[in-house]
């Protein structure tokens, strides 16, 4: 199998405050320390978007532009818009639908994808085949998440490890030779309560007792979450050198989701990959959900590292329980 596609732009946008970890002592008084979220974590700090009348399809237009301005794609040449989030900025419309129209995108049809932090993996693996198979030439993936909006701010594990913001990567058909050689895909949902928002869809629909429960807020067993990650996500690379054909060694570098840095040195360590093939960006914005892994490229290419035909790997984990990765030449 080999999928031609070009990622032919990449942007990022973040949300405008700086949170360092002091912040959840001073400001909210909780019971942590910059000590203990760096020790398990790996994250100093992360970015809110603290203007209460912006919201998802703020960031997602900025990141576009960006991914638009170094494709050198006229926003009206976009033919798709696919927005990866589960933070969206309504239940209805879909936020591609508000980005497509902010970033002047006349053209484009645009959807959502919800699979929390495995969705830019899943939206690129629907963009590729699309300009594979000649059906779109210009798909727009915009993946990203406010997540300080869903957060329990008196939860002490888990609102000291998301932040807000989104990446951007245009798809377009292949020129160089550039392309996937290898997809991975799963998903387990017998457990949903693992990572959850038990309230605000059809199952628990919004009532004054769901507010009063702080079930609009995201949950998560951290401990359980850690436990399938570390397991899950050496399985999926390991995967995804078979399939490929290519060895450890042939990929220049590894971008994996940005949950915990312990996740990433756990799987580069079970792997026999070093770190200095890990790109990270764990440490300056947390864990952005579907945002991290093109937030992640688009610093890797920005510096250099990630360069055009370089051998990629990436890796999605997270709600759902799901998970995904790729091995493709940028
Ligand atoms: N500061 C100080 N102590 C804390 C904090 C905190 N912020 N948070 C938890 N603790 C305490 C706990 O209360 C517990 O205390 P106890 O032993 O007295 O009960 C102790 O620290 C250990 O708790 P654990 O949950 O076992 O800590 P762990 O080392 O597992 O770290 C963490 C917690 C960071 C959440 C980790 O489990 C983790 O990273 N899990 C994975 C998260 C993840 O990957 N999410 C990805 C998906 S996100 C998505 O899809 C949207």
């Not at 405008?16 to 910059?34: A, C, H, M």
């Not at 200095?276 to 510096?303: H, L």
Request: include cysteine; aromatic fraction near 8%; hydrophobic fraction near 45%.
């Amino acid at each position: 199998m080999f999928i031609p596609m070009k990622i032919a732009g990449l942007g990022m946008a973040l949300g405008d405050k700086v949170i360092d970890n002091d912040w959840f002592v001073k400001e909210l008084g909780l019971d942590t320390s910059d000590e203990w979220i760096t020790e398990r974590t790996g994250i100093k700090k992360r970015y809110f978007l603290s203007d209460p009348d912006k919201a998802l399809s703020y960031i997602g237009a900025k990141s576009a532009r960006q991914a638009l301005e170094m494709a050198g794609v006229k926003p009206e040449d976009v033919d798709l818009v696919i927005c990866a989030t589960f933070t969206p900025d309504y239940q209805m419309p879909a936020t591609a639908c508000l980005i497509k129209e902010e970033i002047g995108a006349k053209n484009a049809g645009a959807y959502d994808m919800q699979i929390a932090c495995s969705g830019f993996v899943y939206a690129l693996i629907n963009a590729a085949s699309m300009v594979a198979s000649g059906m779109f030439k210009n798909v727009l993936i915009v993946a990203g998440d406010v997540i300080s909006r869903f957060l329990d701010f008196e939860d002490r594990g888990t609102c000291i490890l998301f932040g807000d913001g989104a990446g951007a990567a245009l798809i377009t058909q292949a020129e160089n030779g550039e392309g996937i050689f290898a997809v991975e895909v799963g998903a387990d949902g017998s457990a949903p309560e693992k990572l959850l928002i038990p309230a605000g869809g059809s199952a628990r629909p919004a009532s004054e007792e769901t507010v009063k429960n702080k079930e609009h807020y995201l949950r998560m067993n951290g401990r359980e979450i850690f436990r399938f990650s570390v397991n899950v996500v050496p399985q999926t690379m390991k995967l995804l050198l078979e399939k490929s054909g290519l060895s450890k060694e042939e990929v220049d570098l590894w971008i994996l989701h940005q949950a915990n840095i312990r996740i990433i040195e756990a799987a580069a360590k079970r792997m026999g990959v070093p770190m200095s093939k890990m790109y990270n960006t764990i440490a300056e914005y947390g864990n952005i959900s579907a945002g991290t892994i093109p937030i992640t490229m688009y610093e890797a290419y920005k510096n250099n590292v990630l360069k055009r035909g370089s051998i990629l790997g990436l890796i999605g984990f997270g709600g759902g329980l799901s998970w995904g990765g790729l091995i493709l030449r940028f």
